[in-house]
């Protein structure tokens, strides 16, 4: 079999990048390992970038319809005794323009979503229950049960997540960070009102709340490392308990879930590959960055790279300039947004990583400065989502650590809309005579 580009999986960043190459007449062969819905959980926090990337390619309306729209974080401290100490907000709608919401999806309907726009392309040819066992210059090696086959292709592009053959078959290896804590998660019912996301924290614990369509709501809930077992041989009233002390509005819901089976561990780590691409080879989502989940990125990143490669190899087959050392503009468009990203969670997540009560002190004052000075809040929001990437300086520091007042003016739409990426920051080889 023959094809423009094989993708080794399905996942969201396979499939996003799938559907930008078909939409544009590239034939694409994707392999997925898996032949049913996992039951595991996945990222389902979209943030305003990916809804725009969604827009662009004709799936956003209906993204829209099957979530749920978050525009506030709700981030409260508590004291020791559980009594509210301080609240602030972290709120989309300061971004300017149609994209000021984060949304709640779950992980396999959206990607269902996206699979269906793309088969509707003959050119797009999806194998499911096919793994991808190896790769050379020209081929990929698929199995499927005990049949096996080959696909030649120009492109390969490795979106297997975290262990990626893609990856190992450039030679690309990355070193992984882990934190000192693990996380419980799950989702389970709601009330029908709860609709934006929480995350209560004291010194140290912390839960997070985030309401998804048909009032459900997904929670991650913090564990230092290890507890798991023991906490699992628990009584499962001891894990309602541990949410209704910090969420009383998840009291007479969270008790539904009467089996600790349906409580996953996530365990975080953090790692960067060095590189994306190599000669006709390049990686996309997991396979090529882990980051902390506190930020709600992951899944985020999988589909901003998933449009950047997407964009450029669709305006490779149109131009006919399909020289793979074209690829390099994907890395360095994405790389260094990635590296922020990863950045910024990490930091999130130390925040949260030390049980001390300065820490907490600490935390609770950025937030409240945070909140406070519109253009800290802007930056905050702006980094999040996607939509652009605007560095703290030291005078934002000083802000944050109460050593310089707070600034009382915000910016007009017109000035926030510049620090968005632009069409040229986003696909800067469209510029006449790059490609
Ligand atoms: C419990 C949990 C919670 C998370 N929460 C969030 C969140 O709230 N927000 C967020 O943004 N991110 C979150 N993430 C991270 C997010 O889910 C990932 O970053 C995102 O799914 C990455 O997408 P991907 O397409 O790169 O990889 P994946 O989603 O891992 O998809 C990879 C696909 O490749 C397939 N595959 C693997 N090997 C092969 C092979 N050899 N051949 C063929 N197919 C193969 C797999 O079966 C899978 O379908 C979470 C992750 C976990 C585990």
Redesign the pocket.
Known sequence: MKTDVFI?????????LALKLVQRGVDVVL????SKK?P????????PKSMQIFDSIGIYEEICERSNEIKVLDMLELSSTLKVQDQSFMDYSVLPGKYDAAYMVH?EEL?SIILEAALMFTNFHYFNG????SLSENKAV?QKGKETFEVEARFFFG????????RKSMGIEVKQTTYNHH?L?VSFPRAENFKDGKIISTYNRFLGL?PLPDNMV?S?YLIPEGDYKELKEKPISHFHKLYTDLAPAVDGYVQQLTDWKKI?L??PIMYHAPSYVKTNKAI?????H??H?M?????????Q??DILGELVADMKETGKLDPSNLKWYEKVRYKRADHVIQLSHLAALAYSFPFKPVSYLRKRTFERMEEDPILHFKQMLNVSGLGMWKENVRDRFIQGGIMPIRIRDLPPSTKELKYFTREDDYPWKVEGLL
């Open positions: 080794s999986g399905g996942g969201i960043g396979g499939l996003t392999a997925e390992r898996l996992p595991t959980y996945k990222g389902e926090l979209l943030q992980h990607k096919t793994a991808c066992k698929l979106a297997e997540g975290r262990a990626s053959v893609t996380f998660t985030f997904r991650v996953q996530m365990i996309i989502g997991d396979a090529a882990a980051v989940p930020a709600g990125e992951g899944m985020n990143m999988a589909i790279d998933a």
